[in-house]
């Protein structure tokens, strides 16, 4: 939690009722200690895609199938992509499309997000929410088959407020608040996209990648 608690808590408090099945799906993560996208950030999110309108999404961290049914819900035009390597979650994240009624135009992937896609996959829209120490191989990986004026959104990049105080992180967590403090920086400075930063749930980047145009302005 990056902001003030009772702020966080308010702002939670206005996002609309969900579904039974995603409010089903945030007890269980809350039971279970399963990462899910946070609420305010899920808004956001939703926000961003009805305002995008892509036709075609990769996410990177299935899980349970949480944010990948948020988006589904947001752009219900859009054929998703989604993919993870634990085959329990993605057992349970299967069922849970099934459920949402979107399983024909989700595919789930049980594939090491590391490895890549074909170059025949195209994208809309990106959202990364995996394993935070490999931000910067994900965006290097996708970035090249997502189109132009496509967006990029990474969840947890602010990392309970860690990258600004990294002093304050435990040894153990002082890796990745190091190597999310340089994929922000990677962010910024990269030639084919404009990031700006939210500092909502755990921090959310959003990224456009230029036009041809814009470059050359």
């Not at 608690?5 to 039974?20: F, N, W």
């Not at 899980?63 to 859009?78: D, F, L, V």
């Not at 890549?116 to 191989?137: H, M, N, V, W």
Request: glycine fraction near 6%; hydrophobic fraction near 45%; charged fraction near 25%.
């Amino acid at each position: 939690m990056i902001t003030n608690p009772a702020i966080e808590e308010y702002v939670s408090g206005l996002v609309p009722a969900r579904s039974s099945l995603l409010t089903r799906m945030e007890r269980e993560a809350a039971d279970e200690n399963i990462p899910i996208i946070q609420l305010p950030s899920a808004a956001v999110m939703r926000m961003l895609l009805l305002l995008h309108r892509p036709a075609s999404i990769l996410e990177i961290g299935t899980a349970i199938g949480y944010s990948t049914i948020w988006m589904a819900e947001a752009a219900p035009g859009a054929r998703i992509v989604t993919m993870d390597i634990d085959e329990e979650r993605l057992a349970r994240a299967r069922a849970n499309v099934a459920e949402a009624g979107c399983e024909k135009r989700i595919e789930i992937l049980s594939r090491d997000a590391t490895l890549g896609l074909p170059e025949s996959y195209r994208f809309d829209c990106l959202f990364i929410d995996a394993a935070k120490g490999q931000y910067r191989t994900f965006l290097d990986l996708y970035l090249p088959l997502l189109r132009e004026g496509g967006l990029v959104i990474s969840d947890n990049v602010l990392f309970r407020g860690l990258v600004a105080t990294p002093d304050e992180a435990s040894k153990r967590q002082r890796p990745m608040v190091e190597k999310l403090n340089a994929y922000n920086t990677h962010l910024l400075q990269h030639p084919d996209l404009e990031t700006t930063f939210l500092p909502v749930g755990d921090g959310l980047a959003v990224s456009i990648k230029k036009r041809n145009s814009e470059e050359a302005l």
